[in-house]
């Protein structure tokens, strides 16, 4: 165990020994073990946008199979996926890469405005599956957030009791915020910090933009200058709103884009103080020596710092 890793357990104290084992199994596997930093691949898009959508692009990813091989393959600390996904290959690959069973996933095939996730997966389910933790998606500023956050908490209440980590999709949503405001930057550190304060382990949120949604946050930001011009400032925030570091915060990825576009931001979140990338589109819609080849970068930034 190296002292880094150690140091990061050490802020799950309230949690039991099997809790932060399952957390020391994503921590210490794979390219980037015992650093601290984490690479996730996440692959729940079949559901969240349809298979076409998601998979066309590189036709190899409609195979669940594909999936399992290039998180081994890349050294990645874990894979998160839906029920179905983890089900179609967890015995074929079992033992070979931590996994993350996403409890809940919402489609498209009704309006976007207030997103609202089905439970599709459960904490039983995990376990038969042999999973380190479950994953679970909350959407602040919808009209049913409340619903999801006592929905999470009892979830996080059974997978803490049978030793399972938690990771948190906090993605903010709804009528009332704009387009940009779904990652304005205090719309994200916010949303950092209902994760953290609803007991997630390992929080996933948007890069951050430099835009401020909240009216009354706006005063706050100029009052105390708080520094948001490079997306490594915007990335330090982000990073005080999850309990001022002491929890571990992951980026998402998006949709997919050019190599230097996603490295650049790789090297914003190392030198921000983010704990690492969590990439599905921008790795599985590459043919996968191109995907492998990209994940390799991203790692090897990550481990540089």
Not at 16 to 28: E, F, K, S, V, W
Not at 188 to 210: D, E, F, M, R, T
Not at 242 to 270: C, M, P, Q, W, Y
Request: glycine share 10%.
């Amino acid at each position: 165990m190296t002292a880094r890793v150690s140091e990061i357990l050490s802020w799950y104290r309230s949690d039991n020994p099997g809790t932060q084992t399952n957390l020391a199994r994503m921590l210490n596997h794979g390219r980037l073990g015992g650093t601290g930093r984490m690479v996730i691949l996440p692959v729940d898009q079949g559901f969240e946008h349809g298979p076409a959508r998601s998979f066309a692009p590189n036709p190899a990813g409609y195979d669940p199979h594909f999936h399992f091989q290039l998180a081994i393959d890349a050294g990645c600390n874990a894979y998160a996926a839906p029920l179905g996904f983890l089900e179609a290959g967890a015995a074929d690959f079992a033992g070979q890469i931590p996994l993350i069973l996403k409890l809940n996933n919402h489609d498209v095939l009704h309006s976007e405005t207030d997103p609202l996730g089905a439970q599709t997966g459960s904490v039983e389910d995990a376990l038969r599956l042999g999973c380190v933790a479950i994953g679970y998606t909350i959407y602040p500023g919808t009209v049913e957030r409340r619903m999801l956050y006592e929905q999470l908490r009892e979830l996080v209440l059974e997978a803490k009791a049978v030793g399972l980590a938690v990771v948190v999709w906090a993605y903010p949503r709804g009528g009332e915020l704009s387009k940009e405001g779904e990652s304005a930057l205090d719309v994200c550190a916010y949303a950092a910090q209902l994760a953290a304060q609803l007991g997630a382990h390992i929080i996933k949120v948007k890069l951050p933009s430099a835009h401020i949604e909240q009216a009354e946050a706006i005063k706050i930001y100029e009052k105390h200058k708080i520094p948001k011009a490079t997306l490594t400032e915007r990335v330090q925030h982000v990073m005080q709103g999850a309990f001022n570091g002491r929890r571990i915060v992951i980026f998402s990825g998006g949709a997919k884009s050019d190599d230097e576009t996603v490295l650049a931001e790789a090297r914003a979140i190392r030198d921000g103080g983010g704990f690492g990338s969590i990439i599905g589109r921008n790795s599985f819609q590459r043919a996968k020596p191109d995907a492998l080849k990209l994940l390799a970068a991203i790692m090897e930034i990550y481990r540089s710092g």
